[in-house]
């Protein structure tokens, strides 16, 4: 996986105009500088690597645009050891994101060939984060609870599932409205019973698909 001068240069002008636009956390800006993100792309689509959109990966699905990861990350205020569930793999982007934070991640992919992609092309980066493929609006019950988790999907609502699964103290990150655009909100969960819910910026996802999201 070639990564040369160029793509380097062209990754730290990305970075910049990530911290121009308001992201302000270092760590996030260091991981995603790390990252070749063109790697993800097809060669004919190298120029569109870095530039700050998001861009088709089959299957319906895209690649976020960059500053949309970088937002969700700053949100999420991941920390080394934290066990984080992301709700839709797609190309596995956000996932090595939140891996270079120093976070234990569980990822769920609702589509089975791109959960089947990224199963086999994460490692080979280097990245080894706990795979899934099914419904991710029902969390993974089996391994939770999570301190953190994040959906990169949007959602009708907040699944039940998702407040239940995680840990006192920790938090969701999710856009919820409806199929074109959405708020992005973070959900402390302050004790068992308070939920604190704070709203940020508009944004547009494609769906969260499943039981507890768009059928």
């Keep these: 996986m070639e990564d040369s001068y160029k793509h380097q240069g062209m990754r730290r002008k990305l970075i910049q105009k990530l911290s121009d636009k308001g992201i302000e956390d270092d760590r996030i800006l260091s991981a995603m500088g790390k990252i070749p993100r063109h790697v993800f792309f097809e060669n004919a689509f190298l120029e569109h690597a870095y530039q700050d959109k998001a861009f088709p990966i089959g299957h319906g699905q895209t690649i976020s645009q960059p500053y949309t990861v970088a937002f969700q990350s700053e949100l999420l205020q991941v920390k080394p050891g934290d066990k984080i569930l992301e709700i839709g793999t797609g190309s596995g982007y956000q ?24 199963r086999k092309f994460l490692p080979q980066m280097g990245y080894q984060p706990h795979f899934f493929s099914g419904d991710g609006s029902q969390g993974i019950p089996a391994h939770a609870p999570y301190d953190k988790i994040i959906v990169t999907a949007g959602a009708p609502s907040v699944p ?11 938090c969701l ?3 919820v409205g409806d199929n074109q655009i959405q708020q992005m ?3 402390t969960k302050e004790s068992e019973k308070k939920i ?9 996802f494609v769906p969260l698909k499943g039981e507890q999201g768009w059928q």
């Design 173 to 175: 990150v999710i856009p």
């Design 196 to 204: 604190v819910k704070e709203v940020f910026s508009n944004f547009s």
């Design 185 to 187: 909100l973070r959900l």
């Design 160 to 170: 039940s599932a998702l407040i239940e699964q995680l840990n006192v103290g920790g």
């Design 95 to 118: 996932a090595c994101v939140l891996c270079e934070l120093g976070a234990k991640v569980y990822i769920i992919e609702y589509q089975k060939p791109l959960y089947e992609r990224t």
